[in-house]
């Protein structure tokens, strides 16, 4: 409660501000444009297989060989670079963004998601398809957003999400999953504006291997702004970049594998192995 | 005596010249308040019959669009016109809601209960009339509240009638609606059990003992005493299951749960999800006998009517309908067998599940000793009445495999289940409601239904119904499992899948069944025969009273002389010798 | 009856069975209803009798005394001797044996069984014979059970997702538990159900028979279909059990499905019609399928997984080449 309060003032004060110092007009864009590549530092794991899509025969049917947990993949052969990071301006913007009139789509076939990770501006609808003859279910895992949880029975089933039910509010990053196909998930991330990438992966390098693990950011008004790279498993980066209008600035963003799984599980051992020995202890004792 | 009106029982308050709100709107009479009861829940009835149908298509024509009403169908229930697994999921939970606790108790306890009690033992009304009005005006905010839980984000609830957790608390918000129902239900039954039971301890006329009651009012005061002991821990386990939902507690959920991959971030844990299974079927087992036992009742009663012969066994009913409202509060675990449960409560549980069995045999047989000797009159209440037999016989016969762990085994969760307790409740309670509807119809209107409708209506859906059932037990024993949401994606299912078509076929000619019915329903409240305050020539103390009776029910207070089935008593001219007249010497 | 029993296409009343405890249950079942029969079938006559015999006429009158009915008690004490002999005689001794004499731990293969919406997860301890740790924090899509992969017991553990081996004839010990909500574990042709139950680990045991292989028991339920009657919903989990011809040209080779869905399933039908081919041989995709007996979710429908039972050679080897850490083949 007391956070919300302190959120509101907070906000009016902003609002404030920024109306009595004449804020940078809206939907502003530019023309300076920062692009990179994000790698994976020190020696990647090999990327693992998603579980055999046997038991539904039109998943097995649409995938010959095991598929790759996208969330794993690292180009070893391609300068360690990684594939599926979301890369935005986290701050530093001035002004608002209205959400663009067309939607952003999540088709769900051969029972995978594609895109596995994309990005939206806040309102913007959302189109869910189903290319599968098969019954999916879309659950959303929001925080802040709409949660739902719904199936999509047969092939060519379109929902659009709008205006109330898409994501209104600013999320990194919403997770979806389809219950059915639990190997099946779906990251977005909701911005509020339109500076967002998400790192190019062997599928939408257009045959070009170096465009594997890089991302663009264009047309943005000249500035300082605080950049964030996420990614499923590997976690956060930020950094700070400064540009002027009309320039172009190379950045790269370096992630290691995420510490906290392992950690929390060595603590947990060491909880047990303190139990048994206190129980042990007690068991002496009597 | 000279007036229409008895006042002197202190029911002045509502008579003729009262504004018609609190006449027929909030009445505190129990025969207003009975037909409130019955035409609220026929309506559910009739509602949880189409959510049927609807899923009954499903079942039939998998991922086909539903015709006619699919399209109307909002985005939680049917995408592009097919039912979706929520839809299916919520239809499920929620026919199984409404049948049990808002048409087929209501109409049993709220609504024969109401009206038939008090006239059976020559009272004015009950004993406590507000408590009744707000009894039915409960009962009708937990059905508002069920019904609203359709139109909210996220469709109705969707856990199964039985909602067990962990699923309904993590099921969307339709589940918070069900829950603050399901407490104004029990609440409302709560608070009619009392009056049933005070009404008949404390209003009965002059004469008429406990063994000269008719077995119709033995039947409601078990089945009062049931609901009063059965009803309040499910209202705690649903007060306990909105706090897990709504303040994040977790009574019923266990440490480390991973929903949709994600680890449950819980601030105790330590919950057990089968705390909550005890707590349901404490309550849902008796409420078996809630459902069945004013079926009993009703049937009795126009079977001695019909067979114009005393009932075989009076004593042994009684005796049996009390030691079955006593064995249904320790027989609830067997609804738990595959929960891993040991060999010594498993023994426990089938032991007290066989004995169980033997006061309904009993109660059977009694019934049907009671035609050997008689002369039956096959009219439409009786040819229900006649049906509920061999239909409940079905279903308590097919509650033997369940009831044994080794048999349930393969029998658990399947159709054989589905079809096992329809058995008891729709060809059996609800032919028996139907059976009294028609047999009282005349008391509440002074006019008959017509016998040609009532005949049309009864065997087309005589033989529905079994269209319908009959093949569950075939599907169950093939493997088919319940709440399937599309059951050819099972290789059991497949193989089963002509029945289920059988099944869907007989559910849909069973709705066209029922048009008779309801054209008779209505035309006959306007333009039925006419008729006297006794045309079934009957013994007990209702067909006393005028039809239909006035406010206060009886111009002079009856005085009970004989036991309730006095028929063809040898030596006098009549066939039958009502409870209030006095004997000749 | 013979209609209702053919209309579930195994001629028989259960599933085929394929275990050696599943043959008690059949039998009580099989006592159950002749005794149901047996029961009802004299009392349906009576019944009947009544009706007839006792109608209303002009010219007869009811009695006022009941019948004298020493038959009634009579019956009602058998029922409840006989009921006595159900549950004393032969329900409780089957359950006894299954509850309380689990096989030895070393005469045994342990298998847990991690359920969640809307899929079983089978975890078997490899050649160590050692189950590696679980962490709820680790699971993700590749790892759906959280498997704490670098432990030396996980090393060689195998996880499979709706996927279940088995061998025959050898006592096979599954400890059941959810991730999530409440699933029930239904093995039909095994005549094995239970619950499976967050927070909770539950074992089950069962032996499968020597003789059913997947191999084996797959011709063993084949069946023809005339053309006629041939429904896409009934047979959506057959296969072809021979080559289909017709003048000499294969329409339908041994191994092809009927299709994936209902349109692409009814087109393929159309055509083998209009090519003149009378009847199909059919035999089950996946003869042996676990199932999901209790509601979980939207798609409890959906949780299945298809079981492979194998000679203690087959299995063996099967196991030596799964537990070896897999290499993803890519391009990359």
Not at chain 1, 128 to 148: C, E, G, M, R, W
Not at chain 2, 132 to 146: D, I, K, L, Q, R
Not at chain 2, 148 to 167: D, E, M, R, V
Not at chain 2, 285 to 295: F, R, S
Request: net charge neutral; charged share 15%.
């Amino acid at each position: 409660m007391c956070k919300k309060t302190a959120i509101w003032i907070l906000a009016g004060f902003v609002s404030l501000t920024l109306a009595t110092t004449g804020a940078r007009a809206d939907n502003e864009k530019g023309t300076a444009v920062v692009k990179g590549k994000v790698v994976f530092e020190g020696e990647a794991a090999d990327p693992k297989p998603l579980p055999k899509m046997d038991a539904d025969a039109v998943c097995s049917k649409a995938h010959a060989k095991p598929q790759a947990d996208q969330g794993t993949i690292v180009y070893k052969k391609d300068g360690n670079t990684i594939p599926f990071v979301f890369v935005y301006v986290k701050s530093g913007l001035k002004g608002k963004y209205d959400a663009p009139a067309e939607p952003v789509t999540l088709d769900q076939s051969g029972c995978m998601y594609h895109p596995h990770v994309l990005g939206m501006v806040a309102g913007q609808t959302i189109q869910i398809k189903n290319s599968d003859p098969t019954n999916h279910n879309i659950h959303s895992l929001a925080k802040k957003n709409p949660q739902f949880n719904f199936a999509q029975p047969n092939a060519g089933m379109v929902k659009e999400l709008k205006t109330g039910d898409t994501f209104n509010k600013p999320e990194i990053m919403v997770k979806i999953k389809c219950d059915v196909h639990a190997w099946m998930s779906s990251f977005i991330g909701v911005c509020t504006h339109p500076f967002f990438d998400v790192t190019k992966n062997h599928e939408n390098d257009g045959g070009d291997k170096t465009k594997r693990g890089t991302f663009e950011l264009k047309n943005l008004p000249a500035g300082e702004y605080e950049l964030e790279a996420w990614h499923e498993n590997f976690g956060t980066v930020t950094q700070k970049v400064t540009i002027k209008d009309g320039e172009t600035k190379e950045i790269e963003f370096k992630m290691g594998p995420k510490k906290s799984g392992d950690a929390s599980q060595k603590m947990k051992e060491i909880i047990v192995k303190e139990n048994g020995e206190l129980a042990n202890q007690t068991n002496a004792g009597k | 005596m000279s007036g229409h009106h008895d006042h002197s029982h202190g029911h002045g308050d509502h008579g003729h010249d009262l504004p018609f709100w609190r006449k027929y709107i909030f009445s505190v009479d129990h025969k207003v308040i009975g037909c409130q009861y019955t035409f609220t829940a026929l309506l559910f009835l009739f509602f949880g019959f189409t959510l049927m149908m609807i899923m009954r298509w499903q079942l039939a024509y998998p991922g086909q669009p539903i015709p006619f009403i699919g399209k109307y169908l909002s985005d939680d229930i049917a995408a592009d016109g097919v039912l979706v697994g929520d839809g299916y999921n919520a239809f499920g939970a929620m026919h199984g809601t409404i049948m049990v606790f808002l048409a087929i108790v209501p109409l049993g306890v709220g609504g024969f209960g109401n009206y038939i009690l008090p006239l059976q033992i020559g009272a004015p009304d009950m004993a406590f009339p507000k408590l009744n009005m707000a009894s039915y005006w409960v009962y009708f905010c937990g059905g508002v509240t069920m019904i609203a839980s359709f139109f909210i984000k996220g469709g109705a609830a969707a856990s199964g009638w039985t909602s067990y957790p962990p699923l309904s608390v993590f099921a969307s918000s339709g589940q918070t609606m069900w829950l603050w129902g399901m407490v104004l239900l029990i609440t409302s039954s709560l608070l009619g059990s009392v009056n049933f039971i005070v009404t008949t301890v404390q209003m009965r006329v002059k004469g008429l003992s406990f063994f000269r009651l008719p077995f119709f009012v033995w039947a409601q005061l078990v089945t009062s005493f049931l609901l009063l002991l059965a009803f309040p821990p499910l209202e705690a386990a649903g007060v306990l299951q909105l706090m897990d939902r709504l303040a994040g507690t977790s009574f019923f959920m266990p440490s480390g749960l991973v929903y949709a991959t994600e680890p449950q971030n819980q601030l105790a844990g330590g919950g057990s999800p089968l705390l909550w299974q005890h707590l349901f079927w404490f309550l849902a087992h008796p409420e078996v006998y809630v459902l069945i036992l004013p079926a009993m009742g009703i049937v009795s009663e126009i079977i001695a009517t019909n067979t114009r012969k005393p009932l075989w066994g009076y004593k042994s009913l009684v005796y049996s309908a009390i030691f079955l409202g006593f064995m249904s509060f320790i027989v609830w675990a067997h609804h738990m067998f595959m929960t891993g449960m040991g060999t010594t409560l498993s023994t426990f549980f089938q032991a007290t599940t066989m004995i169980i069995s033997v006061p309904s045999v009993i109660i059977l047989t009694c019934l049907i000793l009671s035609l050997y000797g008689a002369s039956i009159r096959f009219n439409v209440p009786m040819l229900f009445a006649l049906a509920f037999l061999p239909m409940f016989a079905i279903g308590g016969l097919t509650g033997l495999p369940l009831g044994l762990t080794a048999s349930d085994i393969h029998l658990h969760d399947t159709y054989y289940v589905i079809g096992h307790f329809h058995y008891v409740v729709a060809p059996g309670t609800i032919f028996a409601i139907f059976a009294g509807i028609y047999y009282w119809f005349p008391k509440v209107t002074g006019r008959k239904m017509s016998e040609f409708l009532g005949k049309l209506h009864f065997w087309p859906s005589f033989l529905f119904i079994n269209a319908v059932f009959m093949p569950m037990f075939f599907q169950g024993m093939a493997g088919l499992l319940r709440r399937q949401y599309d059951q050819t994606e099972q290789l059991h299912g497949a193989v089963a899948h002509g029945l289920t078509k059988m099944s869907s076929y007989g559910a849909w000619l069973l709705a066209i069944a029922q048009l008779p019915f309801i054209i008779n329903f209505f035309y006959s409240m306007f333009a039925g025969k006419k008729v006297g305050a006794n045309p079934w020539e009957s013994t007990t103390l209702e067909w006393a009273a005028p039809s239909p009776p006035p406010h206060g029910n009886f111009d002079k207070t009856p005085v009970v002389y004989c036991g309730p089935y006095e028929y063809s008593v040898p030596g006098k001219s009549k066939d039958y010798c009502p409870q209030h007249v006095a004997q000749e010497a | 009856m013979n209609l209702l029993l053919a209309s579930t296409q195994y001629g028989s009343w259960t599933p085929p069975l394929y275990s050696d405890h599943g043959g008690s249950i059949d039998k009580l079942v099989d006592v159950i209803h002749v005794f149901m029969f047996v029961i009802f079938i004299p009392w349906a006559i009576f019944f009947g009798y009544c009706l007839l015999n006792f109608r209303a006429r002009p010219g007869h009158k009811a009695s006022y005394l009941p019948i004298k009915a020493k038959v009634s008690k009579y019956a009602e004490v058998a029922v409840a001797v006989f009921e006595a002999f159900l549950l004393l005689g032969m329900s409780m001794p089957v359950w006894a044996e299954y509850k309380n004499n689990p096989p030895a731990s070393d005469q045994r293969l342990d298998i847990r069984v991690v359920s969640q919406q809307f899929q079983w997860n089978f975890h078997y301890a490899g050649p160590d014979g050692k189950f590696g740790p679980t962490n709820i924090k680790l699971v993700s899509a590749s790892n759906p059970i959280g498997l704490v992969e670098d432990d030396a017991a996980a090393a060689d553990d195998i996880v499979r997702v709706n996927e279940c081996h088995l061998p025959v004839d050898k006592p096979i010990y599954m400890r059941l538990t959810s991730m999530d909500v409440i699933h029930s574990f239904d093995f039909p042709t095994m005549r094995v159900k239970q619950d499976a139950i967050p927070g909770m680990e539950i074992p089950i045991w069962f032996r499968v028979d020597k003789s059913a292989t997947t191999d084996a028991i797959r011709p063993q339920m084949k069946m023809t279909v005339p053309m006629a009657k041939a429904e896409w919903y009934k047979i959506r989990h057959h296969v072809a059990a021979v080559d289909h011809k017709v003048k000499d040209e294969v329409v339908l080779a041994k191994g092809a499905d009927l299709g994936v869905d209902l349109k692409k399933g009814n087109e393929l039908l159309d055509q083998l019609r209009k090519k003149g081919l009378a009847e199909l041989t059919l035999e089950p995709r996946n003869p042996l399928e676990i199932v999901c007996a209790q509601l979980c979710g939207n798609s409890h429908f959906k949780m299945k997984a298809q079981v492979m039972t194998h000679t203690e050679d087959e299995f063996k080897k099967w196991v030596a080449e799964s537990s070896k850490k897999q290499k993803l083949e890519t391009d990359f």
